[in-house]
């Protein structure tokens, strides 16, 4: 699927750089530096459409020169701004792909995850761009730890890990009042365990002890309930769980 998006976007961005003649961008000078500077007061002025067809004509005309790849880097962040980010993704790309020792590499990385977390849809629909862009973030991470966007990407992470934690709970909660406790089980277990850094950790454990109450198996609810004791002691649930200690 990445590689099927990817080439469209690339079929997409080699039309715009081909179509990007003198009749659409507002360069009209050889100088490299000029036609950059050009570039730029369109960006600048967010006009993230002339943008693009500059820096799309940058990129076919003024290939190998000392603006490659600043163009490179801003004709992705113009695709960004319009949140156009499977083209902005392929863009980036491009850029860690063919100038990786680029200055703008560092920051390029960071962006190419942030299409991806850009990508991540409602937690109802399917996730793989949500796992993708956490992939892509914890890469950035790896490689520049100490970056000024690693807070960021940091926080990013725990957002989309927050989102599948939901994803999966609410999946756990169907199963409960489908009756399937059995698999309610088995979902609110993966949150407690793949999530326990999420808020919604402590909703799961208190879930599972529910679904296995209602099986009647009170000595492994009884274990949970110590767990939730021992683990989350300042949830608003913990009442709760106490009075069904409690009741078996």
Do not use: W
């Not at 976007?9 to 039309?15: C, D, E, G, Q, Y």
């Not at 940058?58 to 190998?64: C, E, N, P, Q, T």
């Not at 499977?86 to 560092?106: C, P, Q, R």
């Not at 709970?169 to 407690?192: G, N, P, R, T, W």
Request: with cysteine; charged share 30%.
């Amino acid at each position: 699927m990445k590689l099927f998006l990817f080439l469209a976007a690339a079929a997409v961005s080699l039309t715009i750089a081909a179509c990007s003649g003198t009749d659409r961008t507002n360069i009209d000078t050889d100088d490299p530096d000029k036609a950059f500077a050009i570039a730029m007061k369109s960006y600048e002025e967010k006009d993230y459409l002339q943008a693009i067809d500059d820096f799309s004509f940058i990129k076919v005309k003024f290939s190998g020169t000392n603006i490659s790849d600043k163009s490179q880097y801003y004709l992705g962040m113009s695709y960004l701004k319009r949140e156009e980010f499977i083209l902005a993704a392929y863009e980036f790309e491009y850029l860690l792909k063919n100038y990786g020792t680029s200055s703008f590499a560092v920051d390029g990385r960071f962006q190419l995850a942030m299409c991806y977390f850009g990508l991540s849809p409602d937690y109802s629909l399917d996730q793989t761009y949500t796992y993708q862009a956490i992939n892509e973030l914890k890469n950035f991470l790896e490689l520049y730890p100490t970056d000024k966007n690693a807070p960021v990407a940091e926080a990013k992470i725990k957002e989309l890990r927050s989102k599948l934690a939901y994803k999966d709970l609410k999946a756990a909660q169907l199963y409960y009042k489908m009756d399937d406790y059995k698999a309610s089980i088995v979902y609110f277990e993966h949150v407690v365990s793949e999530y326990f850094d999420t808020e919604y950790a402590d909703d799961a454990l208190y879930g599972k002890i529910n679904s296995l109450i209602t099986r009647k198996k009170y000595d492994e609810a009884k274990k949970e309930i110590e767990r939730f004791e021992s683990r989350f002691p300042n949830s608003d649930l913990l009442q709760k769980v106490l009075r069904m200690k409690k009741s078996i």
